[in-house]
């Protein structure tokens, strides 16, 4: 065989082997004509290479040694790129995330949730090409996707799938629809990203998000929770609505309830929530009340202060028989408060239940505008009141705010002051705290103010289990470096690194010269 025949066969062979190897790793489905396209080139190549050799002179030749050595070099990386392949593909995942605030780990609530799934769940991400809060939502969903086998990712361009977009009623991008059989949850943005309220950035609530609908979809309704109107509390519509958001993506029905329209709490509430009345209760809706705390019912209760001229003794004498008063005051902590805001206290917790993740997860809460109260012995054999929140030292409980200076007085309760009370007893739970305006719309979001909440609900509905995920914020890190350490890192890495390989390599030049 000529010369120019054996490069035809040779250089055939080789665009063979490299159409095999590309469709091998780039088509998974393609793998039998990768197969068909590999074996004819590497038989080509042989041909090519060892046609018309004189073998007598090649096996004493130091090409051989040398060309056998690349060749089975060459098929060793070709052998662990396939097997690179070959695993990456299969269900064998190795994963660490190692970013210093876990930004790319799934809670253990997430996890517990994901291996109770048993039926199929699709999630629709419904996302832009070529955006970077999409990207970051995609690859949010698809660590679910690593971590069950029920669960199906489909990203949806709205912008090339408009009908779509319109079937599940989605209006804007970035939005997760999750669906499992009839049951169908909507993740709205403002659900996903939203501002950290010191101003440290963009905050990713997306786990948050996604569990709490995948919650709703698997397990189907937590309860109802309903929310007392009728005397100026504070309204799941308005001042309420992300407060609301929250509690649905927990799983749980929120409605209003008016007591004196209905006559009594319904037997299908799982809590009640009284949220800063400005008005006093009819003595019936006090009895309904009443009847439904003594029966094994979950209170929620915030009453916010009030002047002396606005009577509130009636829904402030609820809870006196459990061991809980309210005073008719205004806390003011001048050592523990929200920036220069001496009525806006931040408190420290008792250890139960619904303060645990606050406590763990060094997280404050601010209760603007709050009143105290006073724990004591129930009248009921059973039941056991516990303080959660105090404030300082320092504070306390103003009975006169008149004018724009503030003093402590004689009649004035003095600090530390219980502003949080819980009480329970075999059936009967009970959340008491001075003040509704944490749970508002602009106090929500300030670190533990929701998760206190939501957790409280969960606390009182039976469903402990059930906890708040703390969304993720990446953090800007400095590096501080003294002058010292500064040079240190510079003559290392600048100047002796490379003078390290400058010196071996003039050894190994110098050697080979001499040989």
Do not use: C
Not at 275 to 302: H, K, N, Q
Not at 306 to 312: D, E, K, Q, T
Not at 363 to 371: D, K, N, Q, S
């Amino acid at each position: 065989m000529s010369r120019n025949a054996r490069m035809i066969w040779t250089v055939a062979g080789l665009i063979l082997i490299l159409v095999g190897i590309g469709l091998y790793l780039g088509i998974p489905g393609a793998r039998g004509w990768a197969f068909a396209a590999g074996i004819p080139g590497v038989l080509a190549a042989a041909v090519g290479v060892l046609k018309g050799r004189d073998w007598s002179r090649i096996k004493s030749s130091r090409s051989l040694y040398y060309g056998t050595s690349s060749t089975i070099l060459t098929l060793a990386v070709v052998a662990i790129v396939v097997l690179i392949n070959v695993i990456a593909e299969s269900d064998f995942h190795v994963r660490w995330d190692l970013t210093a605030d876990k930004l790319y780990s799934l809670s253990e609530q997430t996890l517990s949730l994901l291996r109770e799934i048993e039926d199929d769940v699709t999630v629709y991400a419904f996302v832009r090409d070529g955006d970077p809060n999409g990207r970051q939502i995609v690859d949010l969903v698809q660590e679910y996707v690593y971590r069950s086998d029920r669960i199906r990712l489909r990203k949806i361009d709205p912008n090339n799938e408009p009908g779509l977009a319109r079937a599940y009623e989605v209006t804007q991008y970035n939005t997760i629809v999750v669906e499992s059989g009839d049951r169908r949850r909507t993740v709205q943005p403002f659900d996903i990203f939203g501002f950290d309220p010191f101003g440290r950035g963009l905050e990713f609530r997306g786990e948050q998000a996604l569990t709490r609908a995948l919650l709703g979809v698997v397990r189907g309704s937590q309860g109802k929770v309903y929310f007392t109107t009728g005397h100026g509390e504070r309204a799941i519509d308005a001042d309420l609505s992300l407060l609301r958001t929250y509690l649905t993506g927990e799983g749980y029905e929120v409605e209003s309830l008016n007591l004196a329209q209905t006559g009594a709490v319904p037997e299908n509430a799982v809590v009640l929530v009284i949220a800063g009345p400005a008005r006093d209760f009819d003595p019936p809706e006090l009895e309904a009340v009443r009847t439904y705390i003594d029966g094994g019912g979950r209170l929620f209760f915030m009453l916010d202060p009030a002047p002396p001229s606005v009577p509130l003794s009636g829904v402030a004498g609820l809870l006196e028989s459990w061991g809980i008063t309210f005073r008719t005051d205004v806390v003011i902590d001048p050592e523990r408060h929200y920036f220069i805001d001496v009525l806006s206290p931040i408190p420290t917790y008792e250890r139960h239940a619904v303060t645990e993740d606050l406590i763990e997860g060094n997280l404050g809460m601010v209760l603007p505008r709050t009143r105290s109260l006073v724990v004591g012995e129930p009248e009921r054999g059973l039941a056991r009141a516990q303080a959660i929140f105090r404030t300082s030292a320092s504070s306390w409980g103003e009975t006169r705010l008149q004018g724009s200076q503030v003093s402590k007085d004689e009649e004035d309760a003095a600090g530390p002051l219980v502003v949080g009370a819980v009480v329970e007893d075999n059936r009967t739970r009970v959340i008491a705290v001075g003040t509704s305006a944490f749970a508002a719309n602009d106090a929500v979001a300030f670190q533990g103010n929701v998760d206190f909440f939501v957790n409280g609900v969960n606390w009182l509905a039976g469903h402990e289990e059930t906890l708040t995920i703390r969304p993720k914020m990446q953090q800007l890190r400095l590096v501080t470096l003294t002058g010292a350490q500064a040079n240190v890192i510079f003559y290392s890495t600048v100047v002796f690194v490379p003078l390290v390989f400058l010196v071996v390599a003039g050894a190994v030049a110098w050697r080979r010269r001499h040989l």
